[in-house]
């Protein structure tokens, strides 16, 4: 008889999960496992079938109010199979008492809206392309020189709760490029842009004013090589930010509904041009 049972993955396991993300056509970034296994060691679980992983759910606790669930996938042959539902309690049962977050596709919104989410806006990513020339800007730093706890406080209007040490390893990762934009003196906006399985993602993009995100998005698509694959997942209440990808000729080739369990967060949607990530947040 088959045995079946949930535990905690380990952080090579997290690395699997991030496998099947992109056999799923979900492009995660090159990096990604190790920055979400240091947002929460303990947030993500793995189905087991006589030993085998068969399914995987992050399962991210922020601060004392706040998670977030990403990375819920069964393997295809075992679909249909009854391994999905209880990985997914078990998440759900880890973010009791708290406010939950996820980004759902539009086949699953329905199922989620059964366990309790409501919708609160779609979130758009678009496809562009980078390397385009870009005349340095006096204003735009590297985030390396920037001191880390005035990353910190600008950041944090713009999540529900606390999460230093994702951003920490967020903003170093390899590979990756990480700038802020200052205005008055002050950190303005900040955005990273890493490399994917396919090209380089943009996220998070968060800038003060639509000319700040704009000059921040161009010294990021720079760093890129010409004509690489450029993505941005746009929170479509933020029209500035649609224009803005819109400006740069990019095409929409996916998208996702932000959906919560309890209020929506008070974000300043109009300074948040680009999510960070559809798994956590």
């Not at 049972?5 to 396991?13: F, G, N, S």
């Not at 020339?133 to 910190?152: A, C, H, K, N, R």
Request: glycine share 10%.
């Amino acid at each position: 008889m088959s045995h079946y049972h949930i535990r905690l993955m380990t952080k090579d396991e997290v690395s699997l999960a991030i496998e099947w993300a992109a056999l799923e056509g979900w492009n995660p970034g090159l990096n990604d496992a190790a920055c979400f296994y240091a947002a929460d060691a303990d947030g993500f679980l793995v189905g087991l079938l006589d030993g085998e992983p068969v399914a995987a759910i992050s399962a991210v606790r922020y601060g004392n109010t706040f998670g977030f669930l990403g990375l819920y996938i069964v393997k295809p042959q075992y679909r249909g199979q009854g391994y999905g539902l209880p990985i997914w309690k078990a998440a759900m049962a880890r973010m009791q008492g708290r406010n939950i977050g996820l980004d759902g596709v539009p086949e699953q919104q329905a199922n989620y809206r059964k366990s309790g989410f409501h919708y609160a806006y779609r979130n758009v990513r678009y496809e562009g392309t980078g390397g385009q020339p870009f005349q340095p800007d006096g204003d735009i730093v590297e985030l390396s020189t920037v001191p880390f706890p005035e990353i910190s406080d600008y950041d944090r209007p713009f999540f529900p709760d606390l999460r230093p040490q994702f951003l920490k390893t967020w903003i170093d990762q390899p590979e990756s490029t990480s700038l802020g934009v200052r205005a008055d003196g002050k950190l303005a906006g900040y955005g990273v842009i890493r490399p994917c399985r396919t090209g380089y993602k943009i996220g998070p993009l968060f800038a003060d004013t639509p000319p700040l995100a704009q000059t921040l998005f161009s010294a990021l698509t720079a760093r890129v090589p010409a004509g690489a694959p450029v993505y941005l997942d746009v929170p479509e209440p933020n029209q500035q930010a649609v224009a803005l990808a819109r400006s740069h000729r990019m095409n929409v080739v996916f998208e996702t509904a932000r959906m919560y369990t309890g209020p929506f967060p008070d974000t300043p949607m109009d300074k948040l041009f680009g999510v960070t990530t559809f798994e956590l947040g």
